[in-house]
């Protein structure tokens, strides 16, 4: 397989979420996955965009992100660069699902679920003002 590269900027509206879906999407086409790990994928990414805009910008649209899907025959990876401060993604493996669902929680579940359909999820401060955020599903 030829390597895969995309990168493209969007605003902090959640309006631009469907635009991301589509181009990761359109890209996942060509890799030999089902149509739930494909579905799985694409959903973690948008709960990653979707964490960024809510919490890391706090729903500014003027602040960009920078998306960058890469591809190839060993993995798939998405790197999401943003103004938004380092978030703690080792804490959501221990959500009580149960416990959430009990209590009738209607958000939450976005970093549960991108660790539960990714490999790797792993954050790194680029410099004072900006973090990148790497998601990678191995093939």
Sequence with gaps: MVT???TFNI???TSEL????EHLTQMLVSVP???KERYSIVMAVDEAVMNIIEHGHNNCAD???SITFEINDKKIMCSLISKSPLLEYSDSA????EKHRQEYKTH?????LMKRFMDEIY???IDDTKTELNLVKYI
């Design 18 to 21: 469907k635009n991301v879906r």
């Design 4 to 6: 895969q590269v995309q």
């Design 94 to 97: 221990r959500l009580d699902l």
């Design 11 to 13: 605003c902090s509206d």
């Design 63 to 65: 602040v960009p992100i």
């Design 108 to 112: 939450g579940l976005g970093k549960f």
């Design 123 to 125: 954050t790194r401060r």
């Design 33 to 35: 996955l089902d149509n």
